[in-house]
């Protein structure tokens, strides 16, 4: 004969839906708001990663205007386009200088307006023979040096590998499209020196450049540079601040110091936000469980009376306990992927900060992990009904309204 | 088998009657053996359900033992008391007693699946709504059934694991003059096939049923 304790649970379930349904819930936004809170804090975690990967360099050199105007910052993190140059000899100076470990020159271009892209987008040139931030990216997507005239695009661009876009009336083709790094280089296009030295002297032709008197050949925008083993990023930086004029060197690593702030101060929010949704749910769910025992105690001293032991009551509303937790933390977590995953880059505009979802594997195992952590959660408000419920006096209740 | 009771005594802690302590049963020595029909009678208070929840198991006495066979049930521990009293003893409590995410039938077969052991007897179970007159709401739930209909109900589920020891708590409460009779007999012939039966009623109706006939007041039993 089949044991009927663990259908007397769902029984018991299924005759209160009401209740049934609200516990279900609660378990459902325990497990949301875990799941939800750690895709989201993880993600922001990955964008600021990837951004720190993406930026490679120690020391960034750029012309002193564009430290000081903001605009390095607004290209860099904020996505914004922009260009600013220099001249070209400040890269042989600084390769000259002491503590210099890798060092290479990019080149920036806004473009006016193209196929891909309702808005203009941010054209970055580097050099393929010294460029180590860019290239090894690059490799991921596109194992070839790329030729001129070849550009590979940011993940977020509307152009696909094969397309032809044109910048200033230049025709430029698509090579590769890169990885998804969750950040503002994103939509960005990258293309190596030739290419880019050819764009702007397209844009100076047009008179769409508002540098208009700059020799391209002549012109970088900035210099990445790794400090050498044995030299702090402090001194190096300090070295060139103090001997090279006209220019500004950034620690990277400041840069992004203000996003690690917001990232803080959000993980911080929803840290708070997910412990305040799970001592309110925790604190209803024991109110909950406790009141559907009491309410049914004269059918749990049936059960004892007919021979149950106060461990197979225990037993029985525990099972309870991991039913409605285990349904209802698993509509929280599906309802977390739908609202989440899809979402993902209006929760970085919204943020705006860099923002990477984690890959499938990780979405299932922050899913597994917050399942087993709601489900812990509802199982033991279950259990500490349960526990009272075994050790009740059964004769007292059976005579109580009687 | 024949359960017997030995200088059992229950006391309570009662913070609001001046003493401390009330005796709901005093010592006593107690037989009840099988193939009788036993009815204990006295007043509301007098110590009768609390004596008749010690016998079965449900609550431990102060003092003295309770022996079913050779089994001292005290010196059992829960489970295995539970297990005892799952598979050797019927019990009709007070009231409304059904488990109401359950219907009739599997209300009645409940002992029997408790465990999930053995075979459970639905023609049996089947035979013992027929004979309670409820045979047609086998399928209904127990919403849709009067006081008397849930307390019929009780009996077959009391009776359907074949007990060695069936105790009655007040079963004709809520039952008319026919159903009365029913149950009456029915726990008579229960008792006639070798079944040690005790009623607890206040009814002189279970009387004329009686192979004997205690009394308890005060905490006291004593024979009639």
């Given at each position: 004969m089949k044991k009927i304790t663990k259908s007397l649970s769902y029984r018991n379930l299924v005759k209160r839906p009401a209740r049934s349904i609200a516990l279900m819930l609660l378990a459902a936004f325990l497990s949301f708001s875990v799941f939800g809170g750690t895709i989201i804090v993880g993600s922001l975690r990955s964008g600021l990663s990837s951004l720190q990967d993406r930026l490679g360099a120690d020391i960034m050199v750029v012309p002193y205007e564009a430290a000081t105007k903001s605009?390095?910052?607004?290209?860099?993190?904020?996505?914004?386009t922009g260009y600013f140059y220099m001249d070209s000899s400040y890269l042989k100076k600084l390769a000259a200088m002491e503590g210099i470990g890798q060092i290479s020159a990019q080149f920036?271009?806004?473009?006016?307006?193209?196929g891909c892209c309702s808005i203009p987008v941010q054209i970055i040139g580097f050099d393929p023979e010294t460029d180590f931030t860019i290239s090894p990216w690059i490799k991921k997507s596109y194992n070839r040096p790329l030729q001129d005239m070849e550009i590979v695009v940011g993940n977020s661009l509307n152009a696909f590998v094969g397309d032809t876009l044109t910048f200033y009336g230049t025709d430029v083709h698509v090579a590769a499209k890169l990885d998804r790094t969750g950040t503002s280089l994103d939509t960005a296009v990258y293309t190596n020196e030739n290419t880019i030295k050819t764009l702007i002297q397209a844009s100076l032709d047009k008179k769409l450049n508002n540098f208009g008197d700059i020799n391209p050949d002549k012109v970088i925008s900035c210099v990445?540079?790794?400090?050498?083993?044995g030299y702090t990023i402090e001194d190096v930086l300090n070295d060139i601040n103090l001997h090279v004029r006209k220019v500004e060197a950034v620690q990277t690593k400041n840069m992004i110091s203000g996003i690690s702030g917001s990232l803080k101060g959000i993980s911080d929010v929803i840290g708070i936000l997910t412990a305040a949704i799970w001592i309110l749910s925790l604190v209803i769910m024991i109110i909950a469980f406790r009141m559907s025992v009491n309410e049914r105690k004269k059918e749990f001293a049936v059960l004892r009376v007919i021979g149950a032991s106060g461990k197979k009551l225990f037993h029985i509303v525990l099972t309870e306990g991991i039913l409605v937790s285990l349904s209802g933390s698993l509509i929280g977590i599906v309802v977390g992927a739908l609202v989440i995953l899809p979402f993902g880059n209006f929760i970085e505009a919204q943020l705006g900060l860099p923002f990477l979802l984690p890959g499938g594997l990780k979405v299932a195992g922050l899913a597994c992990i917050s399942l087993v952590a709601s489900v812990t959660a509802g199982s033991f408000t279950g259990a500490l009904a349960s526990y009272k419920i075994s050790r009740m006096d059964t004769g007292l209740i059976l005579r109580e309204g009687n | 088998m024949v359960l017997k009771a030995e200088g059992v005594s229950k006391q309570f802690l009662r913070e609001t009657k001046g003493t401390n302590i009330f005796m709901a049963v005093k010592e006593t020595d107690f037989e009840l053996p099988e193939g009788m029909l036993t009815v204990l009678t006295g007043r509301s208070g007098s110590g009768k359900s609390t004596f008749l929840n010690i016998l079965s198991g449900l609550l431990e006495p102060t003092a003295g033992k309770v022996l079913i066979g050779d089994k001292e049930l005290y010196q059992l521990d829960d489970?295995?008391?539970?297990?005892?009293?799952?598979?050797?003893?019927?019990f009709i409590p007070q009231g409304q007693s059904a488990i109401h995410s359950l219907n009739v039938l599997e209300n009645v077969l409940l002992p029997l699946t408790l465990y999930g052991e053995g075979e459970a007897d639905q023609e049996y179970a089947y035979e013992l709504l027929e004979l309670m007159g409820i045979a047609e709401l086998a399928g209904s739930m127990p919403s849709e059934l009067s006081g008397g209909e849930l307390r019929r109900m009780a009996i077959a589920r009391a009776l359907v694991g074949k007990p060695e020891v069936v105790f009655a708590d007040e079963p004709t409460g809520d039952l008319d003059d026919e159903n009365t009779e029913i149950v009456l007999k029915l726990l008579k012939q229960t008792a006639e096939r070798g079944t040690a039966v005790l009623l607890v009623t206040h009814e002189n109706d279970a009387l004329a049923y009686a192979d004997a006939i205690y009394r308890m007041s005060g905490g006291v039993l004593e024979k009639v």
């Open positions: 605009d390095l910052e607004n290209i860099v993190l904020q996505g914004n920036y271009l806004a473009s006016a307006s193209s990445l540079i790794n400090v050498a083993e | 489970t295995e008391r539970s297990r005892l009293r799952n598979r050797l003893f019927g």
